[in-house]
């Protein structure tokens, strides 16, 4: 009898515990499931917010994840996010969750990458050197570590003449190189009711494709304005 009792409580022990357990797991399991929701909501609302600001750049969002002891309640009409303007043009943003149903509410982070396919050296090159195809080629860079204007077709930087030393990988921009240097003697075209006169100048300061500079015309020695237009030529129109 006394055995049968034993065992009996020990069935009944046993039996909470299990309980208990497989409350847990299932508690868990839905805090888990309230943690993700949340933290997906808020990454696909940075998304949707930062989309039309991002031009030609891609986005890529990582939200910090939310601390597992933090209790976040059913919500059954969806939580809400939002973020500042001013935090919106930063690359960590704030972001508050709360939720119609009740007064809760809390705060999350998202870390913002904003990337760009543009011209990035194939190795090494030295002073001087013109870049032709076969050392440019595309990647993704963070436009974050552009602070010039940069190329997004290779096409248009072959034939301009490297100013410095750069490294493998590192993007070409504008001040970097010159189509038409300081002291390059350039033809200068004159475009003037249909007609084009040319003659000969030396370029006066450095500029690229689409640059305006200040340039000597050779034979009058008189200083002119031109538009950059290839690395041997200028262009003015009168």
């Known amino acids: 009898m006394k055995q049968t009792n034993i065992r ?15 409350f847990i797991s299932a508690t868990a399991t839905a805090s888990t499931s309230q943690h993700a929701e949340v933290e997906e ?6 998304l949707s917010q930062l989309d039309e600001a991002s031009g030609n750049t891609d986005l890529d969002v990582s939200i910090v994840e939310i601390d597992e002891r933090i209790n976040i309640p059913n919500c059954p009409t969806g939580f809400q996010y939002n973020a500042s303007e001013e935090a ?10 709360s939720c119609r149903n009740n007064d809760w509410y809390l705060f999350t982070s998202g870390q913002v990458t904003r990337t760009k396919e543009i011209v990035v050296l194939q190795g090494a090159v030295s002073p001087g050197t013109v870049l032709t195809s076969s050392n440019l080629t595309l ?13 997004s077709d290779i096409d248009s930087v072959v034939g301009a003449r490297m100013k410095r030393r750069a490294t493998n990988g590192q993007a070409v921009q504008a001040n970097m190189l010159c189509f038409i240097c300081k002291g390059d003697r350039i033809t200068i075209t004159a475009e003037v009711a249909g007609m084009r006169v040319k003659t000969a100048g030396i370029a006066q300061q450095d500029g690229v494709v689409g640059d305006s500079i200040k340039v000597i015309n050779a034979s ?3 200083a002119v304005v031109a538009r950059v237009a290839s690395s041997e030529e200028v262009v003015i129109h009168l």
Not at 41 to 46: D, H, S
Not at 139 to 151: E, P, W, Y
């Open 220 to 222: 009058s020695q008189k």
């Open 139 to 151: 990647a993704k860079i963070d436009v974050k570590r552009l602070r010039h204007t940069a190329f």
């Open 41 to 46: 909501g808020a990454k696909q609302y940075l």
């Open 88 to 97: 919106l043009a930063q690359s960590y943003i704030s972001v508050r969750v």
């Open 8 to 22: 009996l409580h020990f069935n009944i022990a046993k039996f909470w515990a299990v309980s208990a357990l497989l």
